[in-house]
């Protein structure tokens, strides 16, 4: 795994009285364990991705408490998981990534939410919206809606958001629906402190197991059950949970002395709100708002009674709520109707109705807000004031940089497996032409940006294959499909590599093995090399290709960019019809690299001899065309002032990041690019032999140089 | 500095493997050691490959209510913003975190380069003194230096110089002694990343570096004792301002074939000062033509990699100690046209037009990984260095000078016209580099312009000045993507006054 939460975890441990100091996901953790859960599951991708690293790494702690944990191969199975609360009093969560890991476990999901819970079943989802985000920009809340499921999205703080996964698995056996707890990226990361409780060892669990099944046609989700369960849905379970809200407070109102309007707010943008209030001269000396507000740590369902008690008396509202459409806004408007308030619901108007709403954002909604309004007790002119003050530092700045600064596009690692595969196809395009590319979700999805920009369509998480199966016929050239390890036992295997099979489909598959999934931070898959205990999990990769009677099937080691070329041009060139695979065989560097540094230290500590390969490019015989960059973009790849008198272009330049994975050197020869890469390989702790040949040939080559001189 | 009930707030921005993320956590453990009430966020997720991040802290005093923390940094709101490098530092004052009222600027000012700038096929660096300029007008107080270089000084990772640089700078309410505990309690590196922390703090203090700013470029070649009529004469006869450049020219071309050559390249010379009137023009002229008169021929690249001064400077690149052997291995993929390069041009035109009809040139090419470090490989190196001599005969070497004395000819005629298109002409050589392919469309976009643009005005055709433009712009078109595709848009519509025909 990326990071060890080995130290942190023993934050877990803590009990009553004590405070925790800590990341969100690690509180979130804490919070089931005191909420009692029998089995917890997920799958990783971030920004949850440390969930699941916190409870691989708390295991023997979980194993106390007779805690499962599955590390499911996909959300589907995770969302499945959560069954075991349908009969059962058994509380559980499962965690993934959203909406990307949500759409893929909508499935399980609804069958879930239509027989409802008997046990607490809670998924923690990272809303992966905005900055930072890696996927489509949608929202859970439309699942929370359709699926008839509760959707939690408390104040970012670790009090709050802890005290609303406990209250959460009240909320959810009280009205027997699971509920969805919706952290921000940010959320997820923010390190801040809480007070804990014992943990709870839950009523039923590995070490308390149930002696007797259920079994209660009512829960199942087949006619007529189904048509029982929606009226239940709607007669007994809404209220239910309305109810519980109400009454526990789960919404949080705050006063302000401006008594003509106000704020609603997701209770996960509370922070940004009042930072904007603050910045704007709406809060008091001790920081407090002036304008009142209503933080909803439930989105869904509203509670209808709140929010017309919180509107009456005033002539306008702020509805501050992320992300499009405007469920929230459109249920504000609503329920003041329902209840004949005049009161003037302000939301996308003054804010955007796409897009993260970062602390900018939101002030320049507040600004609109009160110049909308002009409240009685507030100085209009005085906030419009601070807030051009504030905006004027970045016009400054851009009269003064002149122009926009370069971006810096996520890319592969130095010495990434992946990078040559997408310079073997640069360079095969320029023999053969460019054919249609559907990529997949993964590292290699940043083939799609510079310096390659390889890959036409993304559809989903190892759905490359099959986002092939429409644009391969109507095609002139073979499509090259790609698929990560992840992908592959995610989605590919069987959306993939059985449906293509099965229609007999023409094509290439690449498949990038590099052992882990490494874009959420190398977690072990079923074809790693070892699973969480260390054991190999016997899983292989074309082992499941075999046997879904794939024939053409290639394993090419991916630095070796030549025969990579090789095997590619086969594959797109062969007469053989039908799905042919590569696999890309290659360890995630980044893993590799942590895998070998502590060992490689140790061998240099104890005086063996290790050789440290690095590559260098000849500054003199550089003319600084850069096209060995445009085919690699490796981070050590980079450029520095031409050392040259004569010259003013930057001349390539290798640092000493370099891992000496040998793609340069390999594309140099490839590519036909030029003389001016060389690779070293330093001979660390020498021998006597190496010492003696190196003082040899360092003798002779010194005198055959001076006399040339 | 004192911490109120209103939040201190410090956001720093960095790329993945730089180790913010450790910052942060130390930033933190020192708040919470002090008694301060601190909360920190991050967005890693995508941005931690190689991207930009940002982490943001912030800090208040405790007793009383908890107070209202953000997790995203305000417009105009950020007491201390640390950047990693200098674009990062930019890119916060265009985002507005930078203002002159209450921001402490924490930088290094070294570049790691994005990958637009480093693909660019010219020169597509941003403008770095500009961002240092504006950093420091933007900036209530700027502490810039290259922390980058210090981490290397201090044999440990950025992240440590920069907590030093935010220590020194005293704009956080946190004691060193708070800080070099929570350095140490995080029990890794602890020794090196102390080194680190006291030396940006120093740094930040205001002592200057010891180590002087590296020399972008190489000196001067020194006089070849063959070249003192030579140097006497560009004294003599060309002007003040162009005799570096030229002088570095003549040692250059003795160094790359002899004296004669040398020679050559003067009396091209005398023939574009006669033809302008301005000094500047025989600069850029000289300066080019020693470029295009050492072309990098296997000959050349041989030279280069022989010379006995490059072992020491690899060996000093890849950080080999003293008593650690070096093996170097060099790639080179030499094909038809390397072979026929050094072949008579009778011999070389007929071996070419054969491989042309079999569509072999770009076929055939034979990979060679030469050790250049073992006495065998070494001595292949000097031989293909060795060939030198036979330099002259080779089929390069005429396609090279014809290539040569075309391009002067219109530099001089250029000249006479208007010294702004010369100007223009002149810097058209920097497209020819590079080799293979690179080479190869170096030479037709050159040639492309010339025959488009530059010979239809030297004829009478176009207006001297607007064509001067053009030129420019075909040429930066030329640099925007390997494929041709602007330059060829560019050529097919040229916004060029035609001078009427009389």
Not at chain 1, 124 to 139: L, N, P, T
Not at chain 1, 240 to 263: H, K, M, P, Q, S
Not at chain 1, 593 to 608: D, T
Not at chain 2, 244 to 251: D, F, I, M, P, S
Request: hydrophobic share 40%; charged share 25%.
């Amino acid at each position: 795994m990326e990071r060890s939460f080995k130290k942190e975890v023993q934050s877990l441990r803590l009990g009553d009285g004590e405070t925790f100091h800590g990341e969100g996901i690690l509180a979130v953790t804490k919070a089931l364990l005191q909420s009692g859960v029998s089995y917890v599951g997920g799958y990783q991708g971030a920004p949850i991705s440390h969930l699941m690293d916190v409870l691989v790494d708390a295991e023997d702690i979980l194993d106390d408490l007779g805690v499962h944990l599955e590390t499911c191969t996909s959300e589907a199975a995770a969302a499945a998981m959560l069954g075991a609360s349908i009969n059962y009093p058994l509380r559980g969560a499962a965690t993934w990534k959203a909406t990307v890991g949500t759409n893929v476990a909508s499935d399980a999901l609804s069958n879930l939410a239509s027989a409802g819970v008997k046990g607490g079943a809670m998924i923690v989802i990272g809303e992966d919206y905005g900055e930072g985000a890696s996927i489509i920009q949608e929202r859970s809340h439309a699942f929370a809606m359709k699926s008839q499921m509760w959707l939690l999205d408390p104040r970012p703080n670790l009090p709050t958001i802890t005290r609303m996964v406990e209250q959460g698995f009240e909320l959810s056996e009280h009205s027997n629906t699971p509920v969805m707890l919706e952290l921000r990226i940010r959320a997820c990361h923010v390190h801040g402190s809480f007070p804990t409780r014992d943990n709870r060892r839950p009523q039923f669990s590995r070490n308390q197991v149930i002696e007797h099944p259920d079994f209660d046609f009512s829960r199942i989700c087949l006619p007529p059950s189904t048509y029982a369960q929606e009226k239940h849905k709607i007669e007994f379970r809404l209220p239910a949970a309305i109810r519980f809200i109400a009454e526990n407070g789960l919404n949080e109102t705050f006063d302000g002395d401006v008594g003509e309007i106000g704020i609603i707010c997701q209770g996960g943008l509370y922070n940004s709100v009042m930072r904007g209030l603050d910045q704007l001269g709406l809060t008091d000396a001790d920081g407090n708002s002036r304008l009142p507000i209503l933080a909803l740590n439930v989105t869904y369902p509203l509670v209808p009674d709140e929010i017309t008690a919180f509107c009456a008396g005033k002539k306008a509202v702020l509805m501050v709520e992320e992300g499009q459409p405007d469920f929230l806004e459109q249920a504000v408007n609503v329920a003041l109707r329902k209840a004949d308030l005049q009161t003037r619901v302000f939301g996308k108007d003054v804010l955007p109705m796409a897009g993260e709403y970062t602390s900018e954002v939101v002030l320049n909604g507040l600004g609109g807000f009160i110049a909308g309004t002009r409240p009685a007790g507030v100085d209009a002119e005085a906030v419009a004031a601070r807030l051009a003050a504030l905006m004027a530092g970045k016009t400054r700045a851009a009269e003064l940089l002149g122009a926009a600064m370069p971006t810096r596009p996520p890319s592969f690692c130095t010495g990434c497996p992946e990078r040559p595969v997408f310079s073997a196809i640069k360079i095969l395009e320029k023999e053969i032409g460019p054919t249609h590319m559907a990529a997949d979700i993964g590292c290699h999805t940043f083939s799609t940006l510079p310096p390659f920009n390889l890959g036409n369509t993304v559809l989903g998480y190892g759905m490359g294959l099959a986002s092939a199966a429409g644009v391969a016929p109507n095609m002139g050239k073979r499509v090259i499909s790609i698929m990560g390890d992840g992908g592959f036992w995610h989605n590919g295997l069987t959306n993939g590599v059985g449906s293509a099979m099965f229609n007999k489909d023409d094509g290439v598959l690449m498949i990038m093995k590099n052992g882990y999934t490494s874009a959420t931070g190398w977690q072990f898959l079923p074809s790693s090399a070892q699973d969480r205990t260390g054991k190999d999990p016997g899983m292989s990769i074309e082992a499941a290709l075999k046997g879904l009677g794939v024939r053409w099937l290639r394993k090419v080691r991916t630095y070796h960019v030549a025969e990579m070329i090789k095997v590619l041009r086969e594959a797109m060139t062969s007469k053989d019809k039908g799905l042919k695979v590569i696999i890309a065989d290659g360890e995630c560097q980044l893993a590799r690299q942590r895998r070998i540094r502590p060992k490689i230290a140790a061998q240099l500590k104890r005086g063996e001899r290790v050789v440290r390969t690095r590559f260098g490019v000849d500054d003199e015989t550089c003319t600084g065309d850069h096209s060995c960059i445009r085919l690699s973009g490796c981070p050590s790849l980079t450029i520095k002032p031409n050392p040259d008198p004569l010259r003013t272009d930057p001349v390539a330049h290798v640092d000493n990041s370099c891992v000496g994975c040998g793609l340069c050197g390999e594309v140099s020869h490839a590519a036909v690019l030029c003389p001016s890469f060389y690779k070293a390989e330093i001979v660390q702790n020498p021998r006597w032999l190496d010492r003696l040949l190196d003082r040899v040939r360092r003798a002779v080559i010194g005198r055959l140089a001076g006399a040339a001189a | 500095m004192t911490v109120g009930r209103r939040p201190t707030k410090l956001l720093l921005a960095a790329m993945g493997g730089e180790g913010g993320g450790v910052l942060t956590s130390w930033i933190v453990a020192a708040a919470e050691a002090e008694g301060l009430v601190v909360q920190s966020t991050s967005i890693p997720g995508v941005a931690q490959r190689t991207g930009a991040t940002t982490y943001y802290i912030e800090l208040a005093a405790a007793g009383g209510a908890v107070p209202v923390m953000a997790l995203y940094p305000g417009v105009g709101d950020v007491d201390v913003m640390v950047a990693s490098e200098l674009i990062e530092a930019g890119r916060a004052m265009q985002n507005g975190f930078v203002t002159p009222d209450r921001t402490t600027l924490i930088a290094s000012t070294h570049r790691a380069y994005s990958i637009i700038e480093r693909t660019a096929m010219g020169d597509g660096r941003a403008d770095a003194g500009r961002v240092e300029q504006a950093a420091r007008e933007m900036a209530k107080q700027a502490v810039l230096f290259d922390m980058a270089a210090a981490a290397r000084e201090a044999g440990t990772v950025i992240n440590a110089v920069m907590l030093g640089a935010i220590a020194g700078s005293g704009a956080l309410p946190l004691s060193t002694a708070a800080i070099e505990a929570a350095i140490s309690g995080s029990g890794k590196s602890v020794d090196s990343n102390l080194a680190g922390f006291r030396l940006g703090y120093a740094r930040a203090q205001g002592e200057d570096g010891t180590a002087a700013r590296a020399e972008d470029k190489r000196p001067h070649l020194s006089d070849r004792p063959t070249a003192d009529n030579l140097l006497d004469r560009v004294v003599r006869t060309f002007p003040a301002a162009s005799r570096t450049t030229l002088r570095e020219g003549v040692n250059r071309l003795i160094d790359f074939q002899d004296p004669a050559y040398a020679k050559l390249y003067l009396d091209r010379l005398d023939a574009v000062r006669d033809a302008a009137g301005d000094d500047d023009i025989v600069t850029e002229a000289g300066r080019f033509l020693a470029l295009r008169m050492s072309y990098e021929d296997v000959i050349r690249v041989a030279q280069a990699k022989t010379r006995p001064e490059r072992i020491a400077g690899l060996r000093r690149e890849v950080r080999a100690r003293a008593d650690e052997p070096v093996v170097v291995t060099e790639f080179l993929k030499p094909g038809i046209d390397e072979f026929a390069s050094v072949l008579p041009p009778a011999l070389a035109r007929r071996l070419i037009a054969w491989a042309d009809r079999r569509g072999l040139k770009a076929k055939l090419h034979v990979g060679l990984h030469i050790k250049s470090s073992t006495i065998s490989g070494y001595l292949l190196m000097r031989t293909l260095a060795g060939l030198r001599r036979f330099r002259r005969r080779g089929y390069r070497y005429a396609v090279e000078q014809a290539a040569i004395d075309a391009w002067l000819d219109r530099v001089g005629r250029a000249a006479r016209i208007d010294a702004g298109f010369a100007r223009e002409v002149i810097a058209c050589a920097n497209l020819i580099k590079g080799y293979s392919d690179t080479h190869r469309r170096g030479i037709e976009n050159f040639d492309g312009i010339m025959a488009t643009l530059v010979d239809p005005t030297l004829a009478g055709e176009m207006d001297p000045a607007s064509a001067a433009a053009a030129v420019r712009g075909a040429r930066e078109a030329a640099l925007a993507d390997p494929e041709g595709n602007a330059l060829r848009e560019t050529l097919a519509a040229p916004p060029v006054a035609k001078l009427a025909a009389e």
